[in-house]
């Protein structure tokens, strides 16, 4: 099993310093948003060939892969200009994902208002509609390259439940979009109660298009959804688990919004998950 973490979750560090961080703790994979784990701005004409083989090269020195390209970026900005900038900076991530030795780009789906806050005009279907042309514009790139665009379901966002996961997939049939799944987006203070309904039509309806699991856990206080260290939450991972994580093999899991001293009990966590699964513990690969 393959397990990581966000970058952008421990403090800026120098490339090599994150390298020996990640491998000092048994993580063999990670997600890389360059401009939130090094001190750099990307903008087009950033990337270079070089400079993807350069970073590829120092975390392979260190076993550790890049399972995901994070390029987060608002892929619906009201402003046209500002928009086009940004698919431009993704395409450009899509051009260089495999000089990193990925194959993955990944974000969400943005905000209909400049400012990324909470807004239920990201529910509308003229929100939706804005989101399909920016994705199926992406897909298009990602085909030319031979890469995949990960689009990343949020509850705050446009692709805000497994139904509209399912419309998208369905308006972009390509094998070049995959899922980046995170089953605690799907939930809310409102609708964890019914986690398992939610898990198990999102797992049916377009299970087979996650590339990659975004794991993290929740508990409800005070009516507000609050992240909590892995295992010490209310997320059935056992569902998850067995109708999703056991048909895949060796899928990419990257711990989420997870803090530093809590990084060891996450992987064991994981690991105690992996062990105690029949079907991966039986593999013969």
Request: charged share 25%; with cysteine.
């Amino acid at each position: 099993m393959n397990i990581g973490i966000r970058a952008h979750d421990l403090p800026k560090q120098p490339l090599d310093e994150l390298g020996d961080t990640l491998s000092m703790r048994q993580l063999n994979i990670i997600q890389l948003a360059l401009g939130k784990s090094f001190d750099l701005t990307p903008e087009p004409g950033f990337i270079t060939p070089g400079l993807a083989n350069h970073i590829r090269r120092s975390f392979s020195d260190k076993e550790v892969r890049i399972a995901v390209l994070g390029c987060y970026v608002n892929i619906i900005h009201p402003d046209r200009q500002q928009r086009k900038q940004a698919l431009s900076l993704f395409k450009e991530h899509l051009k260089y994902a495999r000089d990193f030795g990925c194959s993955i780009v990944g974000t969400e789906t943005g905000n209909v208002n400049a400012e990324i806050v909470y807004t239920e005009e990201n529910f509308t279907e003229s929100a939706f509609s804005e989101m399909v042309e920016s994705v199926q514009e992406l897909v298009q790139e990602a085909e030319k390259f031979g890469v995949i665009v990960g689009i990343e379901p949020g509850i705050n966002h446009p692709l805000h439940s497994a139904d509209k996961v399912r419309r998208l997939v369905e308006a972009v049939p390509s094998n070049n979009l995959q899922i980046i799944f995170d089953p605690v987006n799907l939930l809310t203070s409102d609708n964890y109660r019914d986690q398992q309904a939610i898990l198990e039509t999102a797992i049916h309806q377009w299970g087979d298009k996650v590339a990659v699991l975004h794991a993290k856990d929740f508990i409800v206080e005070d009516g507000k959804l609050v992240f909590v260290p892995l295992g010490q939450g209310w997320l059935d991972y056992q569902l998850v688990f067995d109708q999703l994580i056991d048909k895949k093999p060796y899928i990419d899991i990257i711990m989420d919004e997870i803090d530093a001293e809590d990084i060891e009990a996450g992987f064991t966590f994981i690991r105690s998950l992996v062990k105690s699964s029949p079907i991966i513990s039986n593999r013969p690969y």
